[in-house]
């Protein structure tokens, strides 16, 4: 893939030159400066929310009881919500201190795409609000708390999913190869707003209100499918014919697993509420197409998984860095995950839970080694925020 350059006329001066080598060495050091942390920033760092949220979210969604589950998943939730907070204060610390590096990265044709992960990270938390939250909060407030995250990730989301591609149609400047898998982030934030709110819909009266809500969460599940289907193909025709590019974006082939298994949960969970919401025949033809629908999404999705992680086997032998985009290899999976167990849920069979079970082992050992690798990097070493 090519590297896309950012760089536009400003009224700032330009930076002096620095050795390649030297180059690491004084990043590392300013991080010793009070505040320098916050200087660097980027909306990228919120996939650490969605793949820390999504295990506690899995792991409530499974469909085999396991002693000991549902206190890990409601320990990871409570996790992710400080960590949402923590990060929400720290982000808005950089946009006040350094305004003008958070524009640069709405600039930047790469980094541009993780704007998308505030949303996804907001809602992702509220969802394991409602699923978890109830013996911690009390059922009545953990209802209102995911309810406003739900909200104000779906308005952050939506604003997203026309901002981001609106800059890549008008502003930025793009190679014919410079398509990755980190497109897909801009536009998946509606189809998790359709996921998290089938959510709150048990929690609403049957009527207008509940209605209106399914509905919309159907449109959105709707736009964020289409606007994947448009990405999807120029992803493939990406990989076949230019390669997967720098080693470093490699793992962003797994975020094509999110949209996928996010609309196979999305689809079921809005298809078991139909029936207090809307008419027959209407409301059965929902539930028939959670399963009509989710199955031959899940087979493709399987298809992908596959072959990322070959492609991701094959670069690690050959040397995989360590940067931020292995987040990848978590809420994707997670996805996945929940995706299953809807199915499993839809139509219980052996095959669909165990397949559950297996997917979510391989969450939770690749989310362990991600934190691991996040925590050296940016605690330890530092690198991450330089």
Known sequence: MTVISDERPTTLPPAPAVAPAARPRRLLRDLDRPGAVF?????????TVMGTGVVGGAAASLPVAVPGLRVFATVVWGVASVLLVALVAAWAVHWLRHPAAARRHASNPVMAQSFGAVAMAVMTVGAGTVLLGGPVLGVGPAVAASSVLWGAGTVIGLITAVWIPYRMITEHEIAADGVFGGWLMPVVPPMVSAADGALLLPHLDAGTARTTLLLACYAMFGMSLLATLAILPQIWHKLVVHGTGPAAAVP?????LGPLGQSVTAVNLLGGQAAGSLPEPYA???AVLGLLYGVPVWGFAMLWLALATAVTIRTARRGLPFSLTWWSFTFPVGT??????????????????G?????SVVLLAAWAVVVVRTVHGGVVRGHLFA
């Open 336 to 353: 996945c995950v929940t995706g299953t167990s809807a199915l499993a849920a839809r139509l219980p069979l052996p095959a669909l839970a």
């Open 39 to 47: 200087a660097n920033l980027g909306p990228n760092w919120f996939s």
């Open 284 to 286: 059965t033809g929902a």
């Open 252 to 256: 962003t082939m797994w975020i094509v």
């Open 355 to 359: 397949a559950a079970v297996v997917l």
